[in-house]
């Protein structure tokens, strides 16, 4: 249960804090991926498709160049490391596999709806008691200063991939 944070300025230190800001990601690609299991239009799925691919890619850079060393660095936890890397390669090779085809491809749902399961198991590993996330708030990590760090890295790809 999180603890009410005090109301001055925590607004501005949330919104720059690095845990929370890949927190926020999980949560958006998770409504999209909900959103692609329950769509009948092929359209809109590959419209979905697409916004999740994007997200996870920049997502999956902004934690591989940025929060993990910091994570390696501040907590020397190779175990908890090298399992993130080994689940991102895989999630980056069904990424690229949707990314070539199209719902008229007869696997393409079946490739999102992998993609969503090893997504979920990623986000768990982070996420729960003992993962990645909890033990970087106890460690001496400035999670601030990361998130810093990794807001003008994403703003600096999206940017990017919209003039790609
Ligand atoms: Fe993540």
């Given at each position: 249960m999180a603890a009410k944070k005090p109301?001055?300025?925590?607004?501005?230190?949330?919104?720059?804090?690095?845990?929370?800001?890949?927190?926020?990601?999980?949560?958006?690609?998770?409504?999209?991926?909900?959103?692609?299991?329950?769509s009948r239009s092929d359209s809109k799925k590959q419209a979905l498709a697409a916004q999740i691919c994007a997200a996870l890619t920049v997502h999956t850079a902004l934690e591989e160049e940025?929060?993990?060393?910091?994570?390696?660095?501040?907590?020397?936890?190779?175990?908890?490391?090298?399992?993130?890397i080994v689940e991102h390669d895989g999630a980056k090779k069904l990424i690229a596999q949707i990314g070539a085809t199209t719902p008229a491809d007869e696997y393409f749902d079946?490739?999102?709806?992998?993609?969503?399961?090893?997504?979920?198991?990623?986000?768990?590993?982070?996420?729960?008691?003992?993962?990645?996330f909890s033990e970087a708030k106890k460690s001496k990590m400035d999670l601030e200063a990361l998130g810093e760090q990794m807001l003008t890295r994403k703003r600096a790809l999206q940017t990017g991939r919209q003039a790609a």
């Open positions: 109301r001055s300025s925590s607004r501005a230190k949330r919104a720059t804090d690095a845990v929370a800001m890949l927190k926020a990601d999980h949560r958006q690609v998770e409504g999209w991926f909900a959103q692609f299991s329950k940025i929060f993990y060393p910091a994570f390696l660095a501040a907590t020397a936890d190779k175990d908890l490391h090298h399992e993130a079946a490739k999102v709806t992998v993609l969503s399961e090893m997504i979920k198991h990623h986000v768990k590993e982070e996420e729960q008691r003992g993962g990645m």
